[in-house]
């Protein structure tokens, strides 16, 4: 069984650096940044996702007695290092954004303050966290964005990048704003309402498509939600409507009906006659196959009368930006600031707030990166979650930050919205920064 919650879930240079400061006794505080370098081309604001299971690794962080008898016998870390290990926890502070905020580039998502092994040693897993559930709460905004009044379904998890992914996924896709998901245990552990249907193969199991359909609608008699395009999708669509009466006397009654290929829009359209003409104008339409943002909004603009989506592969992994500049920097060590000079990779040093103005009609106005202690007109977007390895408040419910996601994309500027590149958000770095940053430059390394 793989395991996700072990010490050793991490990049073998941390702990090389680990025992690097062992050895020379480097102690002292350090202050680490988590970011992203730079929007994807696809993505014109990023919804931060996954702060809850970065704060219960790190208050469960620590190493079992089979993981240091194993780093023993490695061959590649010293006896004493080992043995310090077996008392390792996190004690540090932690400023995050609040999970659901709508955050841009360079703006730190996270902020750890720890001794420098603590804060050292996280780097690989919070990475590995928060950039993923970030990664998917941002495209599943932008599908909300593109069908606001749509029913919106995770259906991602058969290709999700295994099973983690597959669950955190659904998280994240709820939280941004969709109605819930197909993925099973994602109901038992977070409490995501569960949508489905049904497959081909049961069609398919039956020698007549309405047999299919009937003993379904029996086994099923809440959620009779029937797939049309096994053979053909509007043959399907009559014979529902003949199917009808007979299952309304078995006081059944026919949920919705699912088109998974094909010309959708037009397909939708007719089975929309069909079933208005029927008497069964109450049946909706769910729409699935290879379906993302671009997709949906093209539907919708061709009048396609679905009432919902499955939103499937182009979401849990999304297809058009499967990845985020996500990077981990040492902004400050010893009590004094660091800055990293590396060509187009440089970082703003010292502890950094983001400080958001509004307009007066509660949208968001611009945003200003500022150091802590120089307070910069707006509201501080980060809050300290964590004091002394344990958290400063219980978890929030997936419902309340639910509700912040939908308020932050309602106070996203219009032309920000929209599924294509528009001017960036203004974010500004404050004089005091660029200071900071100008003197740490003159002085010899």
């Known amino acids: 069984m793989i395991t996700t919650d072990s010490a050793l879930l991490t990049d073998l240079y941390q702990l090389t650096m680990l025992q690097t400061y062992h050895v020379e006794r480097m102690h002292e505080t350090a202050v680490f940044e988590l970011f992203i370098r730079r929007l994807p081309p696809e993505r014109n604001f990023l919804i931060a996702a996954g702060l809850e299971q970065a704060l219960d690794y790190l208050e469960n962080l ?8 194993w780093l023993a016998d490695c061959g590649r870390f010293g006896p004493d290092f080992v043995a310090a290990l077996a008392a390792f926890r996190f004690t540090g502070t932690v400023h995050a954004l609040p999970e659901g905020t709508v955050f841009f580039a360079n703006e730190p998502m996270l902020r750890i303050t720890a001794p420098l092994s603590q804060a050292q040693l996280v780097e690989s897993r919070l990475i590995n966290l928060i950039h993923f559930q970030t990664l998917i709460a941002s495209k599943a905004a932008r599908c909300v964005l593109a069908a606001p009044d749509k029913l919106l379904v995770d259906f991602g998890m058969r290709r999700a990048h295994g099973a983690e992914a597959a669950l955190l996924a659904a998280r994240a896709a709820w939280l941004a704003g969709f109605a819930g998901t197909a ?70 009654a026919i949920k919705g009906v699912r088109i998974d290929s094909g010309d959708l829009a037009e397909h939708a359209r007719q089975v929309r006659r069909i079933l208005d003409a029927g008497d069964l104008p109450q049946v909706t339409l769910f729409g699935s196959g290879d379906l993302d943002e671009h997709r949906l909004r093209e539907l919708l603009a061709d009048g396609a009368p679905f009432d919902g989506f499955g939103i499937g592969t182009r979401l849990d992994a999304s297809t058009d930006a499967p990845t985020l500049e996500l990077v981990y920097k040492l902004q400050e060590y010893a009590g004094r600031p660091r800055r990293k000079r590396s060509e187009g990779k440089a970082t703003w040093p010292g502890r950094k707030q983001v400080y958001r103005q509004m307009t007066a009609d509660g949208a968001f106005a611009g945003d200003c990166l500022g150091l802590e202690d120089q307070p910069q007109p707006g509201a501080p977007l980060l809050t300290k979650v964590m004091e002394r390895g344990r958290r400063l408040h219980p978890s929030e419910s997936l419902a309340v930050i639910r509700d912040r996601a939908q308020a932050q994309l309602a106070a996203l500027p219009v032309d920000l919205r929209a599924n294509a590149p528009a001017l960036p958000y203004s974010v500004d770095i404050a004089p005091e920064l660029r200071e900071l940053a100008a003197r740490l430059d003159r002085e010899s390394h």
């Open 183 to 252: 993925t099973v245990l994602a109901g038992m552990k977070f409490g995501i309402p569960l949508f489905g249907t049904m497959a081909h193969s049961l069609i398919q199991a039956h020698d007549r498509e309405e047999d299919a359909f009937e003993r379904f609608a029996i086994a099923q008699p809440g959620n009779v939600v029937l797939l049309l395009d096994t053979y053909d999708t509007e043959a399907a669509a009559h014979k529902l409507v003949k199917l009808a009466p007979r299952l309304r006397e078995y006081g059944i």
């Open 62 to 69: 620590h190493f079992t007695a089979k993981e240091l008898d």
